[in-house]
């Protein structure tokens, strides 16, 4: 069964310093793999998704997430971070290939920006 | 155009009663789901249907029930709502090929 793990709970980033968030997965076959941001009270944006290719894949809003097969990981960056990024991601893993199997999603990071 | 449109936004009601959340999406999409995201934000895949047809029912009472009238359309019926049932409900559609999923903006369900 597939799975998605984000050992960070809460994160705290100063504004204007960088950002990584972790996710790690866990897919038996080619996962496609996304990163949706919620802020509160909000639906979920797409952030980014990776299929195949290049394993560095560029987002909306300056964000970037690599793929590293080795390491079943698919890391959120971004260089700076401004205090309207605080909100909640969440990473997710579907199945290549699609079918009707949806996407499992990950607990989720709760991201906090210090003044 | 809303993509995937969910309705009610909010919805507050008492134990015991039924409700309904419907969904509709304007993307030419063949596969719809509904989840759940619980008050810890954890959010999990409760139904999906192909073209009309049920593809996954999660471990979900069968207090729930979806309906799909067509592909465009997906709704929620909830019967015998109970404090549990408390949550935020998100409709979303796909690809075929799995590579685009498009959520609606959530339904806050709140038992009293």
């Known amino acids: 069964a597939q799975s998605v793990t984000q050992p960070d709970i809460h994160i705290t980033v100063s504004e204007g310093a960088s950002l990584e968030l972790r996710c790690n997965y866990s897919?038996?076959?080619?996962?496609?793999l996304f990163w949706y941001v919620q802020s509160p009270g909000q639906g979920l944006q797409l952030l980014l998704k990776?299929?195949?290719?290049?394993?560095l894949v560029q987002g909306i809003k300056g964000f970037e997430a690599e793929f590293k097969r080795s390491q079943s990981s698919f890391n959120l960056r971004k260089p700076s971070v401004h205090w309207s990024a605080a909100a909640e991601y969440f990473c997710?893993?579907?199945?290549?290939?699609?079918?009707?199997?949806?996407?499992?999603f990950g607990k989720g990071t709760h991201l906090i920006i210090q003044p | 155009d809303t993509a995937v449109s969910q309705t009610p936004k909010y919805l507050v009601t008492q134990m015991g009663n039924d409700k309904s959340i419907k969904c509709e999406q304007n993307?030419?999409?063949?596969?719809m789901y509904w989840y759940k995201q619980d008050s810890k934000k954890f959010l999990k895949i409760m139904f999906s249907?192909?073209?009309?047809?049920?593809?996954i029912n999660e471990t979900v009472p069968n207090r729930f029930s979806p309906k799909s009238p067509d592909k465009a359309h997906l709704n929620l019926h909830i019967n015998s709502l109970e404090l549990g049932d408390s949550a935020v409900y998100f409709c979303?559609?796909?690809?075929?090929?799995?590579?685009?999923?498009?959520f609606g903006s959530g339904t806050r369900l709140t038992v009293v």
């Open positions: 897919y038996g076959a080619t996962p496609y």
């Open positions: 993307l030419g999409h063949d596969t």
């Open positions: 249907y192909n073209n009309k047809e049920l593809i």
């Open positions: 990776y299929f195949s290719g290049d394993t």
């Open positions: 979303a559609s796909s690809l075929p090929t799995g590579s685009g999923y498009t």
């Open positions: 997710a893993v579907g199945s290549a290939g699609g079918g009707a199997d949806g996407l499992t």
